[in-house]
């Protein structure tokens, strides 16, 4: 097992605390320590056991670790990689959890000394929740970590921190830096402006009742809302780091979309059937990977009378 003596998370919200559990699961006996902006959310992680230590400063939380996690919104890992420099371990490993790399690698890579090594992240799990008491220890159970490692990176560096992300319960995968920003726009970043762009335009549509919206939103309107129940700071600096991916999915969903649209207005069924047939396909694909389950309603449990 990938073991590190000392990891200093950067950040205390769902993922921070997920992998504070999970690395309980798998037995490591590192000290955590980690800090947070809130004083609040640095009290509830100490007081629920999350964190061993807390600090007021990042600065003060990575001294003397072997591992530091940046989990705080993209926007704001430049400022924290400018202030955590000096007070880096020689030999330390930096990573981070966000979902854009590109912007990440800019904004980190050139505040991190010689002696360290800086590898990037992206552990594509989550849920809409935040804070520290939204996670859990099986959050990264056969979910994929993409690390797109940088090269200069020292390979042994880069296999521990692949077996630290296994050791949490996930799948690794390897992948170069823009590439990854490209996927993630597709599979992560597009979908959930969809998300947004939808539950706006029900809310702004006045010929149907906002109290109709929300009773009767199992038709389908409900899966949306949850994915836009995202925390609104990381998605507006998800968009704003990756605008170059995002916009080009946006430019082919617009496509689509319209060629959808001219379907339904001249009554072309069989576009329809074809099309709906192929991107069925694609969500039995995603169940057979184990990425979902089959189970009706979004395998939802149903609460007991």
């Known amino acids: 097992m990938s073991q590190y003596n000392h990891v200093a998370l950067i950040g205390l919200g769902l993922l921070a605390s997920s992998i504070s559990l999970a690395m309980r699961r798998a037995g490591m006996q590192a000290q955590i320590t980690g800090t947070a902006r809130s004083q609040t959310t640095r009290d509830t992680a100490l007081k629920i056991g999350l964190v061993d230590a807390v600090f007021d400063s990042a600065a003060e939380a990575v001294k003397g670790a ?19 420099g000096p ?6 490993t930096i990573t981070d959890v966000g979902s854009v790399k ?32 939204a996670g859990f220890a099986a959050l990264f159970d056969n979910r994929w970590c993409l690390m797109t490692p940088l090269p200069e990176n020292d390979h042994t560096a880069v296999q521990r921190l692949s077996g630290f992300w296994t050791a949490l319960g996930a799948n690794v995968e390897m992948m170069e830096v823009d590439h ?6 597709v599979i992560s970043h597009a979908p959930h402006l969809i998300a947004y762009t939808m539950v706006g335009v029900a809310d702004g549509m006045n010929r149907v009742a906002k109290t109709e919206v929300v009773n009767y939103s199992a038709a389908g309107f409900r899966d949306f809302t949850r994915i836009a129940a995202s925390d609104p700071t990381m998605w507006r600096d998800v968009f ?9 999915v946006l430019g082919r969903f617009t496509e689509e979309l ?21 991107t069925r396909d694609i969500r039995r694909s995603i169940i057979d990977a184990g990425q979902d389950t089959d189970a009706p309603d ?8």
């Open 66 to 84: 072997d591992l530091v996690i940046l989990c705080a919104p993209v926007g704001a890992m430049g400022m924290i990689a400018e202030e955590i």
């Open 87 to 92: 007070y880096l371990a020689k030999g330390a």
């Open 102 to 133: 590109r912007a990440v690698v800019e904004a980190v890579q050139p505040h991190m000394p010689d002696n360290v090594h800086f590898i990037p992240s992206h552990p594509m799990a989550g849920t809409e929740k935040s804070g520290p008491e």
């Open 180 to 185: 990854h920003d490209l996927v993630a726009s």
């Open 240 to 248: 704003l780091n990756n605008r170059d991916a995002t916009l080009e």
């Open 258 to 278: 319209f060629a959808l649209q001219r379907a339904i207005r001249t009554g072309d069924g069989d576009f329809l059937f074809d099309y709906f047939t192929r």
């Open 298 to 305: 979004f395998g939802r449990i149903k609460e007991e009378n």
